[in-house]
């Protein structure tokens, strides 16, 4: 029985939940998939360490994150005002609108929300979509081994690129 702990290949079926029901991640008829190689940083830190030990044996299994351990709580500084002129002229904007610009140093995770549009600037909100909500989960271990070498490498790499640059 291989359990889910360092450079194990982990394959889950999931679904993720908010508090009010509403499926963020598969639905209540078909779960979605999730594959990673545990211990180097490719899935919320809350989420691996609840994972941490589990086999195929011993799920399915159901908890919930805390928001503070998910995606945080709210930040207004995370609220910030860009000048309309950062993005293209042919688009119209709207308040609560997604957007994905292109002109970031890094491309972003998640898509930002527009929260007004002024005629010179834009006010985009910055913070992750999931910021202040508990995700619950329900969690079927699928697979869990050694991960061979071509899988572990690029994971590796990505993560000692983290620790010299002191990302996450």
């Known amino acids: 029985m291989s359990v889910i702990s360092q450079d194990k290949f982990v394959c889950l079926e999931y679904r993720l939940k908010l508090e009010n029901g509403d499926y963020i991640r598969g639905s209540a008829e078909k779960p979605d998939r999730l594959v990673f190689i545990a211990g180097c940083g490719e899935v919320l830190p809350s989420l691996e360490r609840r994972l941490w030990g589990l086999s195929a044996e011993q799920s399915p299994v159901e908890f919930m994150v805390p ?9 207004p500084d995370n609220v910030q005002e860009w000048s309309r002129k950062r993005f293209p002229p042919d688009i119209e904007l709207q308040a609560g609108q997604k957007v994905l610009p292109s002109i970031l140093p890094f491309p972003p995770e998640y898509p930002l929300t527009i929260k007004e549009v002024g005629e010179e600037s834009v006010i985009l909100d910055l913070n992750h979509p999931l910021v202040d909500h508990d995700l619950y989960y329900e969690v079927k271990v699928v697979e869990v081994r050694d991960a061979t070498r071509e899988e572990l490498t690029p994971v590796k790499q990505c993560q000692s690129c983290r620790e010299e640059t002191g990302g996450h």
Do not use: K, L, P, V
Not at 67 to 75: C, D, H, I, K, M
């Open 67 to 75: 928001s503070q351990e998910a995606f945080g709580t709210y930040n």
